[in-house]
């Protein structure tokens, strides 16, 4: 790890600021040879900031006028020397910039480096470098929130709590073992078994709080049905309206697949849609009723919108038929044509459905449907109480195998066999938790998770 690395960390195009990150030994000798402070002060302090020009050494041209933020180990991002240069915003300055860095003795950085650095040195672990990639590829509010908390070290102290747990139970179980006298074998392992369900119930409610947090970081995949003329366009257009922030128009895998994240009121949005969502219509009779029952299946949630200002036909009650046994909800929507059908309303009750009237043309009734959205993911509480929630795959996938062990540790006690055992399979489930903080991980995990940063965090 001696390389001194370099890197662009702004992103590419024209901006105010362009930033040039360095981090490792080398660093401040090689802004030396680039950068002339207006001020000669040769003293390099920590948390301080130089104004000068960068200069080409071999003929002393002036590249940029920038100023230098200086950091000295440990008290840096990486924990090593570091200085980021604020350059002016502009592919070339930047890239000249890296280029005489490069040449002055850094190297190119890898993606996600300086972090990996980070983590490797000791400053972070891994789910907070993990909640570091996902607070940069924020889709919501919300999805920042949950990583801050996890870049913060919440998911760690709560693992670390686990696994001193788990700890003490193996500390006793061996002095009774080393002192059979000290500690009866029945009493500690009564203690073992209260303290290993104890275990079980947080790992299992760590692991359930996936459910949520998978739907903060990818959306609630929806999808909005109803037949020709419902209103669909009409809705979409005003929740469009309301959306302050597409983040992403994502072009999935299958090609013809569209899925759009929209962030209405704080709620993450994932709309799907096989045909394009803007301008065709999710009619069952045009995309087929096979492929709308995968659309309809695939969905954590449906918004079935009918027209109330016209008798049900057929076609509507197909669409009933679709959502029998799904999350959905119905809007009925054109209440502000007063020839409302109050036939139609009986009908659509017995489906057992939240309803709300809308009307998608004069924007009434929207809040309603978001609030109602709100309650059904209980994402109201997710922004008014500060419980944990895993919000990524490879963390509950460590969490599942934790609790498989201890599960076999209650079995053993249940089942009277020799207390050590139970010693075994603790260890295990620490090892399992211990590749989530990233105590006891492989290489491989590592370098994969850095990979998917990018260049110059
Ligand atoms: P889609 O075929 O389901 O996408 O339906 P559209 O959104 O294209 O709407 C069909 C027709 O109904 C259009 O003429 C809209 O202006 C009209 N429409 C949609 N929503 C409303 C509404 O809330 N009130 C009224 N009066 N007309 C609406």
Do not use: W
């Amino acid at each position: 790890m001696e390389k001194t690395i370099v890197a662009i960390s702004t992103a590419s195009g024209n901006g105010g600021i362009g930033i040039i990150r360095l981090s490792g030994k080398q660093t401040f000798d090689i802004v030396n040879k680039i950068f002339v402070p207006k001020n000669k002060s040769k003293e390099i302090k920590g948390y301080t900031i130089k104004y000068g020009n960068i200069i080409n050494p071999n003929n002393n041209e002036i590249i940029d006028e920038v100023l230098v933020s200086y950091f000295v180990a440990p008290k840096s991002y990486t924990t090593e020397n570091m200085c980021e240069i604020n350059s002016h915003g502009g592919t070339v300055v930047e890239k000249r910039i890296l280029e005489l860095c490069l040449q002055n003795g850094a190297e190119l950085a890898e993606p996600g480096e300086f972090t990996k650095r980070a983590f490797l040195n000791g400053r972070i672990d891994l789910s907070q470098a993990e909640g570091i990639i996902d607070l940069i590829n924020s889709k919501t509010e919300m999805e920042a929130k949950e990583s801050i908390n996890q870049l913060e070290g919440s998911l760690s102290k709560k693992i670390k709590e686990i696994e001193k747990k788990m700890l003490d139970i193996t500390v006793n179980i061996e002095v009774t073992i080393d002192y059979p006298e000290y500690d009866a074998e029945e009493v500690t392992n009564e203690e073992a078994l209260k303290s290993l369900k104890n275990i079980h119930i947080m790992l299992k409610n760590l692991e359930n709080s996936f459910n949520k947090g998978k739907i903060i970081k990818d959306g609630i995949k929806t999808v909005i049905i109803g037949k020709p003329n419902a209103g669909k366009s009409s809705l979409l257009n005003t929740m469009l309206k309301e959306d302050r922030a597409i983040v992403s128009d994502i072009a999935g895998t299958t090609r013809d697949t569209i899925e759009e994240y929209l962030n209405i009121d704080g709620i993450p949005l994932k709309l799907i849609d096989t045909a394009g969502i803007r301008d065709t219509d999710n009619t069952i009779e045009k995309i087929g009723v096979e492929k709308s029952k995968k659309l309809v299946k695939d969905a954590d949630l449906v918004i079935a919108i009918f027209d109330i200002s016209t008798n049900f036909d057929d076609d509507d009650r197909k669409i009933m038929n679709l959502i029998k046994d799904k999350k959905a909800i119905i809007l009925l929507n054109k209440v502000d044509i007063l020839s409302e059908n109050k036939e139609n309303e009986e009908e659509i009750k017995e489906l057992n459905k939240p309803i709300i009237k809308i009307s998608a043309k004069e924007e009434i009734g929207l809040d309603l449907l978001y609030s109602e959205i709100k309650k059904m993911f209980e994402l109201n509480e997710i922004s008014s109480n500060n419980e944990i929630l895993i919000t990524n795959e490879r963390h509950k996938n460590q969490i599942i195998k934790a609790d498989k062990h201890i599960l076999e540790g209650i079995e053993t006690i249940e089942k009277h066999l020799p207390v050590d055992i139970i010693s075994i399979y603790i260890n295990q489930a620490m090892e399992e938790l211990g590749e989530i903080t990233g105590e006891n991980v492989s290489e491989n995990i590592i370098n994969e998770i850095f990979a998917r940063f990018c260049l110059g965090k």
